[in-house]
Structures are given as C-alpha cells and as structure tokens.
C-alpha cells in the first residue's frame, strides 16, 4: 500500500506516538482521522496537519461508539483502508501495594482501553474494510496494533499493563488468519522505551536511568521511529500476524 493512499484512523492519534504516525502519513499524502478523548489536543493536531486531518472525540471501549465513528470517518475521507491503534493507559501499579491488593477496577480499566479497545478498533475496521476493492495481492486494508516489551518483560508494578498488551499480542496472528480471507492484514508493534507524554513528567534522574539501560542507542525511542515501523508495515504486503519489537535491545528488569 502507498502512503498516499492511505485513509486512515488513528487512536490515540492527537499525541505521542499516534501524533507521531500521523504526522508521517500525512507528510507523504494520506488522510487521517484521530480518534482520542482530548479536545484540546485534537484542535491543536488537526490545525498543525492541516486539511488532510480530522478529529472525532471517541471512547474506545465503547464499541457502539467506536463501531460509529469509523462509519462517519470512511464517509468523511472517501474510505477506510488503516486503523492505527496506538490508545493506552500505564494503569501501574501492585497486585500487592502497601495499601492492600490492587482495586480490581484498576485492572479493568487498564485492559479495556487497552485490549478491549484495540478489539473494538481492529473489528469495527475490518468490517468496513472488507467491502473495499482489493488491490495487489486482494489487499482492502492493514491493522495495525500497539503493545509494548512489558508484554514480554513485565516490571513489578505492571501486571495490569502487561497483561493488557499481552492481550493485544496474542490476538494479532488468529485476527490475521481470520482476516486473510477478506485480504486485511494484521500487525502489532512492540515498542520499548519511549519519549512520550508519559515520560515527560519523570524526574531527571529517571529520566537518565531509563535512558542508560537501553543498549544501543541509549536514548528513548523518537515518534518518528515508530511511524517508520508503521510506515514499512503498511508498505510491504508480506508484514502480517507478526509483533516487531523496536527497542533498542533493552530487555526490562524486574523494576
């Protein structure tokens, strides 16, 4: 798929790494609608990307919700052939904190926006994209997900999290063979170590200490590094049911 032709939704898509996406298919000619629960931010995306963007507050663990916005977002932009989603919460804490065992609305709520929203995504999608007219190999359309290595690597104070991106990982292969029939891909990145609004309001000191861990380069991974992932994702058709880690090497320690 070109970049040029992308149409796109992107959760999560008025910051951080969703921005970041955004912005590289917009520079290379796609349309995009961000999907997230920010007005403000969303104002500011859309007057920086200019007329090629769009804004629509949605809640992704609302499916009917979710179900339709991407309907209005296709008539919006004449289709819809990418669903980025890139919609997350850290949701940290301990099974066990000082204060007694963690409430399980915590936990809830971390894996409904995380899991249960990239599913309410990736299935609204696919039922539009399917109708699509198939191009090159029948391609109609590409799914791309967002988890990260605590799937893998989960830190003590992460179990919510990481369950949730597990989740969101181990759902990629069996959404991809179910997809091929209808000639949508399904992808997941995994990214590590990020510089995102997450992390801007760490202390330095943290800051610094989580740069040092990762191996080479040691420095967080940029927005733009994960849009190139996206970017090759979306371009080379054979990219489907995989995880691609993009971290540096590092593999987290238990905190």
Not at 110 to 139: I, R
Not at 162 to 177: F, H, Q, Y
């Amino acid at each position: 798929m070109q970049l040029a032709q992308v149409k796109a939704v992107i959760t999560g898509g008025v910051s951080g790494l969703g921005f970041g996406v955004a912005k590289r298919l917009v520079a290379n000619g796609a349309t995009v609608t961000l999907l997230d629960i920010n007005d403000e931010k969303g104002a500011a995306a859309v007057a920086e990307l200019g007329d090629k963007a769009s804004y629509q507050r949605t809640d992704v663990t609302d499916e009917n919700t979710v179900a339709a916005t991407l309907k209005q977002a296709a008539e919006r932009m004449h289709g819809l052939n990418v669903a980025m989603n890139c919609a997350g919460i850290l949701g940290a804490g301990r099974v066990l904190g000082r204060e007694g065992p963690m409430p399980l609305k915590t936990f809830q709520t971390t894996v409904m926006v995380n899991l249960v929203g990239s599913f309410n995504v990736a299935k609204a999608a696919a039922d539009l994209m399917q109708h699509n007219e198939p191009g090159e190999d029948g391609e109609r359309g590409v799914i791309v997900n967002t988890a990260s290595i605590a799937a893998y690597e989960g830190q003590i104070g992460q179990a919510a999290y990481s369950a949730s991106k597990g989740g969101v990982i181990g759902m990629t292969l069996p959404m991809a063979r179910e997809f091929a029939r209808i000639g949508v891909r399904v992808m997941t990145v995994a990214p590590g170590v990020f510089h995102t609004p997450m992390v801007e309001g760490m202390p330095p000191q943290v800051y610094d200490s989580l740069c040092a861990q990762v191996p080479y380069p040691s420095r967080l991974g940029t927005a733009a590094e994960f849009a190139d992932t996206v970017a090759f994702i979306l371009g080379n058709r054979y990219m489907n049911g995989s995880v691609i880690r993009v971290d540096g090497a590092i593999r987290l320690a238990p905190k």
